[in-house]
């Protein structure tokens, strides 16, 4: 291969670098504090400052991949793991939706949902 070709997969790990650094940009427009995890490891302290002011998004090889949310009280530790748990089911069924948009199951009515779970729970019972 020539010198000033460049190989399909190496094209292909740009792109996927180029985007992974777009998403960071929008991260850190809506203020939060990005920290790799080298950062972590070698400057606990500074993830604990930055906690202080704003939310820190945690990114392995700069992709995220966790968000650390301050807390200003040690009573308030449950409800924001509830609220987490609430933002993760809603994003479970966005995508579920999503995904029956896409493949046109949300036409579905309400006879048919019903006739498949009467068939299924059936199936079950024999």
Do not use: H, W
Request: proline share 3%; hydrophobic share 35%.
């Amino acid at each position: 291969m020539d010198s000033l070709e460049t190989s399909p997969a190496l094209v292909d790990k740009k792109d996927q670098r180029i985007k992974m650094n777009e998403s960071v940009a929008e991260i850190e427009d809506k203020k939060m504090k990005i920290i790799s995890d080298r950062e972590f490891r070698n400057e606990p302290g500074k993830v604990r400052r930055s906690l202080a002011g704003q939310n820190v998004v945690m990114t392995s090889r700069g992709k995220p991949y966790a968000v650390l949310l301050p807390v200003q009280d040690e009573d308030e530790v449950e409800y924001i793991l509830e609220l987490a748990d609430r933002i993760k089911a809603q994003m479970a069924l966005s995508s579920v939706r999503r995904k029956a948009a896409e493949t046109k199951l949300n036409r579905i009515s309400a006879r048919e949902i019903d006739e498949e779970i009467r068939q299924v729970r059936q199936k079950r019972q024999v």
